[in-house]
């Protein structure tokens, strides 16, 4: 027997804990899209079932109904394979289907999913499960991160959850890990899940260089702030010189200077800076200028994976200085599935890590998250090498 209890059982803890996330919210919170890049927390419910029904249940489950034809368009992302969808930018334009229909679609769906594993348990239908369950994991992620987004922009900065802690500092001191000089095995390497971004396991060779054990904090960045660093245009690229003056960028995203004194948004509420927490929310291109104001730089994301058994991470995704690029002998898989990396690399960066918004059983050395340069609505911060 290929399928396991305890995938079933995965996927129903997945599917569970997804609606727990949305418990603190109202009903108006569902739809709100601010910008292009968040969606609802209405469409992360329905996209994550969708995928179930679409990949697994319409080719694999016989004699299944779908729950509503219509739901193919509205809840599809980017996948060109399967058809046409509403636009990226109009999903916060869907007051119908309503919250309660998203919801029994997703019983329906998780319902369907646990009776056709309980009859056909084979190899290929295993692998597309757990496929799935790292799909909707991903979307708890931007669903936290899209309802911080959606309630720091409502004028009243509304509490999301008194419990959720996002700005633990690190106790230990910082230290430079110093990584000798050689050849070093990068990518996945083990029977366990990954996505396919990160095989083709290859050997890279790299120069000795050093690595702070401990995060940037606010305090360090606060320095930075103080000395003028966004408007010193020598720190920056070009590109990211453009984009702080175009956007009259001055902070990190969240921040707000009330009384003289800076404050942020968290999903707690509104809070003083704590200058000893590790620094979030912020671009590639405020990384890289705060590395060059340290005359330090960004870690590669080869770096980063051969020292990161040397020092605590997980609680800020944290940018490198890679370019997100297939490894070698990398090969895209047939069909929709195949859109679901490859197509994106190009002008992204890699962060490595996880953060304090991602789900557990989601996050290893080998993971490559990847966003554009300008980016900063996730939980987003640096480590510096040198």
Request: include cysteine.
């Amino acid at each position: 027997m290929l399928l396991t209890d305890s995938l079933l059982d995965f996927f129903l803890e997945t599917r569970k804990y997804t609606e727990t996330l949305c418990a603190p919210l109202e009903i108006e919170d569902y739809v709100v899209q601010p910008v292009v890049d968040v969606s609802p927390p209405k469409w992360h419910l329905g996209h994550s079932t969708w995928f179930f029904e679409e990949f697994i249940l319409k080719p694999y489950a016989k004699d299944y109904q779908i729950f509503d034809e219509d739901f193919a368009f509205v809840f599809n992302s980017y996948y060109e394979t399967v058809g046409k969808r509403v636009v990226r930018s109009d999903r916060g334009n869907l007051s119908r289907p309503s919250v309660e229909k998203v919801y029994t679609y997703r019983s329906y769906v998780t319902k369907a999913i646990k009776n056709l594993f309980e009859e056909n348990q084979g190899q290929e239908l295993y692998n597309l499960l757990e496929i799935g369950i790292h799909h909707e994991k991903q979307h708890q992620e931007l669903l936290l991160t899209d309802i911080k987004y959606i309630l720091g922009n409502n004028p009243l900065l509304p509490v999301y959850s008194a419990h959720l802690k996002e700005h633990v500092a690190e106790a230990h001191p910082r230290e430079w890990i110093s990584i000798e000089e050689g050849i070093y095995e990068i990518g996945h390497n083990s029977d366990e899940f990954c996505y396919d971004n990160e095989l083709g396991r290859h050997k890279v060779y790299l120069h000795p260089f050093q690595i702070s054990n401990v995060l940037t904090s606010n305090s360090e960045y606060l320095e930075f702030m103080e000395a003028g660093g966004y408007k010193k245009f020598d720190l920056w690229h070009a590109e990211g010189w453009d984009w702080v003056n175009q956007n009259t960028i001055s902070a990190p995203l969240y921040w707000h200077k009330v009384d003289d004194e800076w404050h942020q948004y968290t999903l707690n509420g509104l809070q003083k800076v704590d200058p000893n927490a590790p620094l979030t929310h912020i671009s590639y291109f405020e990384a890289f200028a705060f590395a060059q104001f340290k005359g330090c730089r960004l870690p590669t994301e080869f770096e980063w994976e051969v020292a990161q058994e040397y020092f605590p991470w997980g609680s800020r995704w944290e940018w490198t200085e890679s370019a997100y690029l297939p490894y070698p002998n990398y090969k895209k898989a047939d069909g929709a599935l195949g859109e679901y990396n490859g197509k994106f690399m190009v002008n992204q960066k890699v962060l490595r890590g996880g953060s304090i918004a991602t789900p557990k059983k989601h996050t290893r050395p080998t993971y490559r998250n990847f966003f554009h340069p300008q980016l900063r609505w996730q939980f987003t911060g640096l480590r510096l090498a040198k």
